[in-house]
């Protein structure tokens, strides 16, 4: 259909371009498949209803921002933030949204652990209801965070001590059931709880799809009496579990754990699921493709550096990063280099086909960063076939032993056209649009003129309908990146600024954004 119509046009007295072509043709089929998603009941129906919005981890928000003109409400994330001077190396699990507006926030409660997740009034912050969990954290260095999900029925799913989950099924209302179940089986776990606390974490947010059926990543550090090594778990939506060890999903003895933070990514058919696996909590890895109903291995990836192809690229446990995939079913994964630092710490944002047999143009940064999706027609300046395009951090780090210039920016990128990379040379996605952050980093002007406070973003949410992102930084500040105009169009101060691990942003129902900055979710709002 895309030859035909374009050998008419070039034949005859049109004069559309067969680019302008492709893009219209693609640009209709992702609307399809935005349609689709809504149709097929996938959780992206629900406002939000875990990391990246959805389980393709999209940041795709359904809903248009309000103007961001003040601070409406906040709350603490954190009731007790270990700061390491003027940074502060803690994740936050991404706060949700229910349907009827309710908005979901695992709190940490002490120092170094300890959660509970409240619900609050989306209107005014007004607290709702607390639920405590005795979720312990798996062994790290930075602190990893608590990954709450939302089912499509309203479940909403909190991480629990021994590899259990803990449920609420009214997350709306005051008073709520709940229950507590496990992978392995609620009987195994009441047999002897104590040892599958001590020796089995959950180490990833969990990810439900669009049944209702749960999926995360756990570590064992010891014995149980069910014989559990590393690996990914599975839930059903009736409560029925099963999992596989990491190293068996893998096929590599040398694989020994599912890499820390890493949410499941579902296909958009909800039959494969993606998840990354490594050697340990700095080392090489593989990004996986497994069946979702039974998480039998179906395909593999080695991680490999763009610049250097025959070295391993590195996963880091200090980071965030997720699978996300497009609508035409690539999936992006973001790594470290290898030589370390010989891309400024920047890493890169792979790129894979659905069935991780083709590697595409990789993105020029990665480093604890899940991608974000954006329709090419929101970006009106786009004259490329991309149906889509990808956003991403792009931050350059000023850091002398590092490398980079300082200029830190976000970028929107055409994962299907190539440019060279002016830091490595490398062939890497093309730049559509880039920004620079507006504030000044004192700390590294005397020798990078241009530094630039850090973007602190993980799964940045885009509004399509108005054209624009909502991008958090390190400089305290939210701001409205029009895609328009390709500037910064409203701004909220919402703290002094402190150097922190990447946060993610979304927009509620009502339009109202939530962002996470010094350890406190802020509602901005018109």
Sequence with gaps: MVKEAARIIINGSRFMTYARILRSVAVTAFAGWLFAAGAQGQSIAVPWSGLGHDPQHTALSRFTANAMNRIVWQAPMDLNPQYDGNDLYIHYGSPLVTRSNTVLIPVKTWAWG????????????????????????????????????????????????????????????????????????????????????????INTPITVDRYGDIFFGFQVSGTTEAGLQSGIARISSSGSGTWIAATAAAGDANIVKVAMNCAPGL?????????????????????????????????????????????????????????????????????????????????????????????????????????????????????????????????????????????????????????????????????VITIAGVTPDTEFLAWAPNAVREWCINSAVVDPASKCAIVNSEDGKVYRWDFTTNTFTQTVTLTPGVGEAYTPSLIGPDGTVYVINNATIFAVGP
């Design 267 to 431: 296909s958009n058919d909800h039959q494969t699921l993606y998840i990354a696996v490594s050697e340990g909590t700095y080392s090489p890895g593989y990004l996986l493709a497994l069946d979702s109903r039974t998480l039998a291995p179906l395909a593999k990836v080695r991680l490999k550096d763009v610049q250097y192809p025959g070295n391993d690229a590195l996963v880091n446990d200090d980071g965030t990063a997720s699978p996300t995939v497009g609508p035409d079913g690539d999936v992006y994964y973001g790594v470290l280099e290898n030589p370390p630092l010989s891309n400024h710490d920047r890493g890169w944002m792979l790129h894979f086909d659905r069935t991780l047999t083709q590697s595409k143009p990789a993105g020029a940064f990665g480093w604890d960063d899940t991608a974000s999706i954006v329709p090419a027609s929101a970006v009106p300046s786009y004259s490329g076939t991309s149906a889509y395009l990808v956003l991403t951090k792009y931050n350059n780090y000023a850091d002398p032993g590092i490398g980079g210039d300082g200029v830190n920016k976000v970028a929107i990128l055409d994962p299907n056209a190539t440019e060279s990379d002016p830091v490595t040379k490398a062939a890497v996605m093309k730049e």
């Design 114 to 201: 300890g959660f509970k997740v409240e619900g609050h009034s989306s209107t005014d912050g007004t607290l709702i209801w607390t639920q405590a969990t005795d979720y312990i954290l798996p062994s790290h260095d930075w602190l990893p965070s608590c990954g709450i999900a939302l089912s499509p029925k309203n479940r909403l799913y909190i991480p629990g001590a021994g590899g259990t989950v803990y449920y609420r099924d009214a997350p709306d209302a005051a008073a709520s059931g709940t229950g507590q179940i496990a992978f392995y089986g609620m009987a195994n776990y009441a047999a002897d709880p104590a040892t599958y606390n001590a020796n089995v974490q």
